[in-house]
């Protein structure tokens, strides 16, 4: 091959059948059922990212139309009109650059010269690339022909950007989602072109470009025609991060463990190096983010350190890193927002949800700990007012209980009784029902008349008094002020357990 005659790999390797197009199955199925059944429309629209296959697609259905014995999905490589049109010189196939003919003149012209019959094919096809571009007038005037064409007329658009095109000419057309193309093919896609072409590729290499490429097959095809240039015929990884600016594997590595950490200066270490080596910042962000991806994925399999290393903190984080990109990307000082970005991620990784503090508690306590111990038995349980048995949650210990019901009759009686300026001489009286002493019962049975109350409180204070007699409790609650007694039992509908810090001119 002369130098002069130099073909890129890109269009060298350009698929020459559908069975050679690569990550467009859905695609290559609907497409060769329609002309096996005849069910061939009018007009079609390929939508998707740019070098995954929407103007080779379309060259290749026209072939498939065109050909001497067709319509057929495989077309032998000896047909002359097949030759014809892939390499560009069939008339009867008319390739329009939307964005350089995309005045209303021109889509005028363009609706004229459909309806004549074609001279050497089965039909005229027309492939209008970046369709988007067209003026909303040129949309117009196609909008007619578009409904209804001339028999012999098939109309093809492509398109990256698929929500620039007016809705009236979407709906008459059928659409195809072009997918961006899995890394691994586009890996075994550059191991064939490289055993072809003699060249001695390592695998890391062609996963870096694969990468590099972001599902675009022309893009990874063109960038290895590059590295081919530069390195000769031996690729190795050094030589594609070296040109490209990318970090390595390893490096991106100790990162993302420098933000889990929250190792400051490890991170300042790590850009600064990336400053040096002259790498991408942003494609360093976007290889980061890619790596706490897997570490997502991981952690929800419960596979590596999913224990220390939650879902909601790696979510975090990449939200963090998203928010970042434009800021990397657009900023006036690459490493300087780069560097924000990794602290704001560090700060999101060190936050804690609920949930995650109550998923580390229940793991670091035993499995014995975690059954409940048992109680003492009750001898008899309160009886409230109503006459019904207050009975102890199963879930909440009977003293907590006690203590929250107890907190709301608190603030009621502190805010309802005169302030005498005497805190002092209020008396904390608890009634509990897990203790029943024959003290307590000759307390309660003795009616309640002024006696001296400070012996009684000195008493109280020491012994910690705890009254649980049904009488007695009846006796404490009848001497509660009826305005509090109203609010607990008509309003809240409540039951007497216990009774704390009683104003005692209420008690005599």
Same mark, same amino acid.
């Given at each position: ?292 991806? !897997?570490?997502?994925?991981? &952690?929800? *399999?419960?596979?590596? #350190? $999913?224990? @220390?290393?939650?879902? +909601? ?94 907190? !709301?009759?608190?603030?009621? &009686?502190? *805010?309802?009784?005169? #302030? $005498?300026? @005497?805190?002092?001489? +209020? ?82």
């Amino acid at each position: 091959m002369s130098k002069s005659s130099y073909q890129v790999i890109a269009r060298r390797w350009r698929p020459k059948q559908f069975s050679e197009l690569v990550g467009q199955d859905h695609v290559v199925r609907t497409l060769g059922n329609a002309i096996e059944q005849g069910r061939i429309a009018h007009a079609y629209l390929f939508v998707g990212p740019r070098g995954t296959g929407k103007t080779t697609s379309a060259r290749l259905f026209a072939k498939s139309l065109n050909w001497e014995d067709g319509p057929s999905l495989e077309v032998p490589e000896d047909s002359e009109i097949g030759q014809a049109i892939m390499e560009g010189r069939c008339l009867d196939v008319i390739e329009i650059d939307g964005a350089s003919n995309n005045s209303v003149e021109q889509v005028r012209d363009l609706r004229d010269e459909c309806q004549y019959a074609p001279s050497q094919c089965r039909f005229k096809i027309y492939v209008i690339d970046e369709v988007h571009m067209l003026s909303q007038q040129a949309f117009n005037a196609l909008l007619k022909t578009l409904e209804e064409p001339p028999p012999h007329v098939k109309f093809v658009f492509a398109t990256t950007e698929s929500n620039k095109v007016l809705p009236t000419i979407v709906s008459r057309c059928q659409r195809f989602e072009f997918r961006s193309i899995p890394s691994p093919l586009i890996v075994c896609k550059l191991q064939e072109i490289c055993q072809a072409e003699g060249i001695e590729a390592d695998q890391e290499a062609l996963e870096a470009i694969a990468r590099m490429a972001m599902g675009g097959m022309r893009d990874a095809q063109s960038i290895l025609d590059q590295m081919i240039s530069f390195c000769g015929k031996v690729l190795k990884p050094e030589d594609v991060l070296d040109v490209y600016g990318l970090a390595a594997a390893h490096q991106i590595k100790d990162l993302g463990g420098a933000i889990l950490d929250a190792d400051y200066d490890k991170i300042l270490a790590s850009t600064g190096q990336f400053a040096e080596m002259g790498l991408d910042f942003y494609r360093a962000l976007l290889d980061l983010s890619e790596y706490f991806r !897997e570490k997502l994925l991981s &952690s929800l *399999s419960g596979e590596g #350190d $999913s224990l @220390e290393i939650y879902p +909601e903190q790696i979510t975090r984080v990449l939200d963090a890193l998203q928010n970042g990109e434009s800021l990397v990307k657009l900023g006036l000082s690459e490493k300087a927002n780069f560097e924000v970005t990794l602290f704001r991620a560090v700060e999101s990784a060190r936050s804690k949800s609920i949930d995650q503090v109550i998923r580390r508690i229940t793991q670091t306590i035993p499995e014995g700990a975690k059954k409940k111990s048992p109680k003492p038995e009750v001898k008899q349980a309160s009886q409230s007012v109503s006459g019904k048995v207050a009975e102890p949650s199963p879930d909440i210990p009977e003293e907590n209980t006690q203590r929250v019901e107890t907190q !709301e009759l608190d603030a009621f &009686s502190e *805010s309802k009784a005169p #302030d $005498s300026g @005497e805190k002092d001489q +209020e008396m904390p009286v608890d009634l509990d029902v897990t203790e029943n002493s024959e003290k307590e019962r000759q307390v309660g049975a003795q009616s309640p008349q002024p006696v001296d109350t400070s012996k009684k409180r000195e008493d109280a204070l020491v012994n910690d008094l705890r009254i649980t007699d049904p009488d007695v409790i009846e006796q404490r609650v009848k001497a509660l002020p009826a305005e509090i007694r109203k609010i607990v039992e008509e309003d809240f509908k409540g039951e007497y357990v216990a009774v704390e810090k009683i104003d005692s001119d209420k008690l005599i």
